[in-house]
C-alpha cells in the first residue's frame, strides 16, 4: 500500500511538472529561441503609500512627483483608496491628484475603496466627487 501511494504520488508529480513546462514553452508551435519576461515592481513612491508612510509620500511630493503616474497599472490615489490611507489621499488630493482617473481594467478609486471596505478613503472620494 505505501510502494502504491509513493508510485502514484511520483507519477502525479512528473506530470503536474510536465504540464507546467509545457505552458512555459511558449505557444507549443514549436521551440521559442528566444522568451521575454517582463517583470514590474511597485513604484517607490506606490509603496509608501501602501505602507502608510506619509512622511515618505511628503519627500516623494516634495520633490516633484507625478502625483497621477500610473504603477502596476494603478494610480497612486487608487492605492491609497485601496489601502484606506485617508490622510495620504487626502494629501495626493491636495496636491493635484485626479481622483477620477481609472486603473489599466478600468475600475475607479471609488470602486477600489467599495471593494476593500475602506470607509475612510471612500467618504473622502465621495465627498471630492460631489465638489
Known amino acids: 500500500m505505501r510502494k502504491t501511494i509513493i508510485i502514484t504520488t511520483g507519477v502525479l508529480l512528473l506530470v503536474v511538472y510536465g504540464l507546467s ?3 512555459l514553452s511558449g505557444n507549443g508551435m514549436g521551440n521559442d ?3 521575454t519576461i517582463k517583470i514590474e515592481e511597485i513604484s517607490p ?3 509608501a503609500i501602501v505602507k502608510g508612510d506619509i512622511e515618505s509620500v511628503k519627500r516623494y511630493l516634495e520633490n516633484g512627483v507625478d502625483v497621477n503616474q500610473k504603477s502596476l497599472g494603478k494610480t497612486p490615489v ?6 484606506n490611507r485617508g490622510a495620504i489621499l487626502e494629501l495626493l488630493i491636495k496636491n493635484g491628484a485626479d481622483i477620477t482617473l481609472r486603473c489599466n481594467s478600468g475600475y475607479s478609486a471609488q470602486k477600489y475603496a467599495q471593494e476593500a ?3 475612510e478613503t471612500l467618504r473622502i472620494i465621495e465627498n471630492q466627487l460631489k465638489k
Open 21 to 23: 513546462a509545457k505552458n
Open 33 to 35: 529561441s528566444e522568451t
Open 45 to 47: 513612491f506606490c509603496k
Open 78 to 83: 487608487i492605492f491609497a483608496a485601496r489601502y
Open 117 to 119: 471596505n475602506a470607509f
